[in-house]
C-alpha cells in the first residue's frame, strides 16, 4: 500500500524561501515528482527524483531521503504567481508510470 | 513538451444521463493513460489506468459499469460517466505517460462535469 503526507496550506512572504515536505511509505518505491497545480487547471510537472540528493532547476529545488521516505520542494525568491497548490507523487515498481498523489499543499504567497 | 488535449473542458448534464470525456495525446503515442478524479481543493484520486487495445484497470472502489474506459488508439482514451447522478459532479483530469520509466506525465486541461 501507499500513504503519502503533505501538509495541508502553507503561508509565506514574496520574495521568501518556502519548503514543502512530503513523507511517504511505499512498498516498492521507484520515484517521486513534484506538479504545480493552479485552481481549475491541470498539474504542471515540475521536478522527478529518484536517487537520493538534490534536484535543481531554476527556483526550483527537490530533494529526496529514500532511507527516510521522505522529500521535500524548496521554492526560493517566492512570487505571487506561485501561489497554487503543490502535489508530490510516487511511482512504485510493478505500478508501471502510474502516479499516486500526496494530499497536496496549498500554499498562500503574501506581500 | 508532450500535449495531451482533453475535452470537454466544462459539461452540464441532466442526472440519468451519460457524458463522455476524451483524452488525446496530440503528439506522441501512448500505449497506457490514467484518469483521475478530483474534489475541491483535494488531491488527485487515480480511478484507473487505460491500457491501449485492452480492458482498463481500475482502481479499489471505483465502479467500472458506471465509469467505461476506452482506449482504441494509441493517442485516444475516453472516460464515460454512464446514469451520472449530482455525487458524481467533480473534476477529471487524464494524463498520459511517453514510454519510459520516470518520465513526467503529461497531463489534459481537465473537465468540469456539473450532473443537475
Known amino acids: 500500500g501507499q500513504n503519502i503526507d503533505q501538509p495541508t496550506e502553507m503561508t509565506a512572504t514574496e520574495g521568501a524561501i518556502v519548503q514543502i515536505n512530503c513523507t511517504y511509505q511505499?512498498?516498492?518505491?521507484?520515484?517521486l515528482f513534484w506538479y504545480q497545480q493552479h485552481a481549475g487547471e491541470a498539474p504542471t510537472f515540475l521536478s522527478y527524483?529518484?536517487?537520493?540528493g538534490l534536484e535543481e532547476k531554476g527556483r526550483f529545488s527537490s530533494f529526496l531521503s529514500r532511507s527516510k521516505g521522505y522529500s521535500y520542494l524548496l521554492l526560493k525568491e517566492l512570487q505571487m504567481k506561485d501561489s497554487a497548490s503543490y502535489l508530490c507523487a510516487v511511482t512504485a515498481t510493478g505500478g508501471g508510470n502510474k502516479l499516486t498523489f500526496g494530499t497536496g499543499t496549498q500554499l498562500k504567497v503574501e506581500l | 513538451g508532450a500535449v495531451v488535449s482533453q475535452h470537454p473542458s466544462r459539461v452540464i448534464c441532466k442526472s440519468g444521463t451519460s457524458v463522455k470525456i476524451e483524452c488525446r495525446s496530440l503528439?506522441?503515442?501512448?500505449?497506457?493513460m490514467f484518469w483521475y478524479r478530483q474534489f475541491p481543493k483535494k488531491s488527485l484520486m487515480l480511478m484507473a489506468t487505460?491500457?491501449?487495445?485492452?480492458?482498463?484497470?481500475?482502481e479499489q472502489g471505483v465502479e467500472k459499469d458506471k465509469f467505461l474506459i476506452n482506449h482504441a488508439s494509441l493517442t485516444l482514451s475516453t472516460l464515460t460517466v454512464t446514469s451520472a447522478h449530482p455525487e458524481d459532479s467533480s473534476f477529471y483530469i487524464c494524463?498520459?505517460?511517453?514510454?519510459?520509466?520516470?518520465?513526467?506525465?503529461?497531463f489534459g486541461q481537465g473537465t468540469r462535469l456539473t450532473v443537475v
Open positions: 494524463s498520459a505517460v511517453k514510454q519510459g520509466i520516470g518520465t513526467e506525465a503529461f
Open positions: 511505499t512498498s516498492g518505491f521507484n520515484g
Open positions: 487505460s491500457n491501449e487495445g485492452s480492458k482498463a484497470t481500475y
Open positions: 503528439d506522441f503515442q501512448a500505449t497506457t
Open positions: 527524483n529518484v536517487l537520493d
